[in-house]
T-cell receptor, first 117, second 113 residues
Framework: GAGVSQSPSNKVTEKGKDVELRCDPI?????LYWYRQSLGQGLEFLIY????????KSGLPSDRFSAERTGGSVSTLTIQRTQQEDSAVYLC???????????????FGQGTRLTVV | AQSVTQPDIHITVSEGASLELRCNYS??????LFWYVQSPGQGLQLLLK??????LVQGIKGFEAEFKRSQSSFNLRKPSVHWSDAAEYFC???????????FGQGTELSVKP
């Protein structure tokens, strides 16, 4: 597609339920990132995929959070047993860059707004 | 530890007035610095970036930023603000550990007619 696509755009879920957030990166982009944007907290790095390399999971806040990237393209972020503090906007980004590259711009999707009630 | 501080949570300027958004960073070496803009309900768009060389960087939409090593700052400026500039602005430093950026908390810009 023309840009990074995320679905759903909004998700309301009950505390304790599992949710899956989807990201379709720009075709041909090998790098994919997930960030979390909480109110007043800025953007928090969650996880990074680059090609077939093992993902950098250093930002995942707990073992309830996981992500996978199938076929080097679409990525799914899964949050198990959701808590109210998981409420945030989850942003996905992709870029052409190889690991550590700064010379390629990261393009962001519009995000998924997750509300845990 | 690496960090980015945007001291102003919210700024209001009149349309046509000049703008400066502040960004201070903490990093042990020369950083790569970025400014992103986020309009309501939208993702982030890159305004400009600094890697090396000329410390005054020009970006899109008439924005510029100046890297000042002595002050650990990378302030964003625009000489004349338009109503469409109302948005949230994020300063970021990176990449670390393979590509991640560290973002400031953002500055929300409101523009008065």
């Amino acid at each position: 597609g023309a840009g990074v696509s995320q679905s759903p755009s909004n998700k309301v879920t009950e505390k304790g339920k599992d949710v899956e957030l989807r990201c379709d990166p720009i075709s041909g982009h090998t790098a994919l990132y997930w960030y979390r944007q909480s109110l007043g907290q800025g953007l928090e790095f969650l996880i990074y995929f680059q090609g077939n390399s093992a993902p950098d999971k250093s930002g995942l806040p707990s073992d309830r959070f996981s992500a996978e990237r199938t076929g080097g393209s679409v990525s799914t972020l899964t949050i198990q047993r959701t808590q109210q503090e998981d409420s945030a906007v989850y942003l996905c980004a992709s870029s052409l860059g190889s690991r550590g590259s700064v010379n390629t711009e990261a393009f962001f999707g519009q995000g998924t707004r997750l509300t845990v009630v | 530890a690496q960090s980015v501080t945007q001291p102003d949570i919210h700024i209001t300027v009149s349309e046509g007035a000049s703008l400066e958004l502040r960004c201070n960073y903490s990093y042990g070496a020369t950083p790569y610095l970025f400014w992103y803009v986020q309009s309501p309900g939208q993702g982030l768009q890159l305004l400009l970036k600094y890697f090396s060389g000329d410390t005054l960087v020009q970006g899109i939409k008439g924005f510029e930023a100046e890297f000042k090593r002595s002050q650990s700052s990378f302030n964003l400026r625009k000489p004349s603000v338009h109503w469409s500039d109302a948005a949230e602005y994020f300063c970021a430093v990176g990449p670390f550990q393979g590509g991640k950026l560290i973002f400031g908390q953002g500055t929300e810009l409101s523009v008065k007619p």
